[in-house]
């Protein structure tokens, strides 16, 4: 008989998704002070729990590894944990620029950069995403971007950011499944609508090979699409 996963489980749970994630984390993530730091401190400064999960920001780090990363860009900086991330993948002297609309986050950002000591590599500007990505030059072109502001402005960041990454460069887009509601045609709201236009813009592009990779964990059911620039 062939094999027919969703028939031979019961729907997990949340519950059960943030056991799987402990228990990976505990054989593959070694304890990293900044980055308890980081979170400890944001929810002291009363920022709300939305950054990467742990194993979502290892990836972050060995992508920007991988590839040899020097220069990484990112939309939506909260307290600056997937920043931290990325310049943990990054040489010394890589530089990692994350856009941050609102001021009193990107205090805490700093502050958490600080205690990492890595301000001298992650570079919190403030002010609107768009505007920011519309004043950078395209002569340093971005390795790697990590997009993770407002969804509805997802679309619109995929255009801005494309000019700015390098051939062979590679941008992830955050929560582009929300719980499978992105492919719910019942569900109309803006949150998951520019998630659809984003899908949508991609296809179109022939410069551009991408894939969802869907996960199951402490932050529920999310994904991230992983957008490569092959042209
Ligand atoms: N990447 C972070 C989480 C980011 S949460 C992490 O994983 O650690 C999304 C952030 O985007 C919020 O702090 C929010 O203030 C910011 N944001 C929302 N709209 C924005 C805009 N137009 N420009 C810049 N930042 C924006
Ligand atoms: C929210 C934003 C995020 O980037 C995320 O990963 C989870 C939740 C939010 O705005 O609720
Ligand atoms: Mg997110």
């Given amino acids: 008989m ?40 944001s929810e002291a400064k009363g920022l709300p729990p939305i950054a990467v999960s742990a194993a979502q920001g290892e990836f972050l780090r060995l992508q920007a590894l991988v590839m040899g990363a ?15 991330c990325l310049a943990k993948g990054m040489p010394e002297d890589g530089k990692v620029l994350t856009l941050e609309l609102d001021p009193e986050r990107a205090q805490v950002a700093e502050e958490n950069i600080a205690h990492a000591g890595l301000s001298s590599v992650v570079q919190v500007q403030v002010g609107s995403a768009p505007d920011t990505l519309n004043s950078l030059p395209r002569e340093e072109p971005f390795d790697i971007a ?73 932050k529920g059911y999310d994904g991230f699409l992983y957008a490569v620039k092959t042209a």
């Fill in 146 to 218: 990590f997009i993770d502001a407002d969804k509805t402005a997802f679309p619109l960041y995929f255009q801005l950011i494309k000019p700015l990454l390098r051939k062979g460069g590679v941008m992830i887009f955050d929560n582009v499944v929300q719980n499978s509601l992105v492919s719910d045609p019942e569900w109309k709201t803006i949150r998951v609508e520019g998630i659809r236009k984003l899908l949508q813009l991609i296809k179109e592009d022939p410069d551009f090979r991408a894939t969802t990779i869907g996960t199951a964990g402490e």
């Fill in 70 to 84: 020097k220069r990484a860009l990112e939309v939506g900086t909260l307290g600056g944990y997937s920043a931290l």
């Fill in 2 to 41: 062939a094999h027919r996963p969703s028939e031979e489980f019961e729907a997990t749970t949340v519950v059960q998704w943030t056991r799987s994630d402990n228990y990976h984390n505990s054989f593959l993530l070694p304890a990293d002070e900044a980055l308890e730091f980081t979170l400890k401190n």
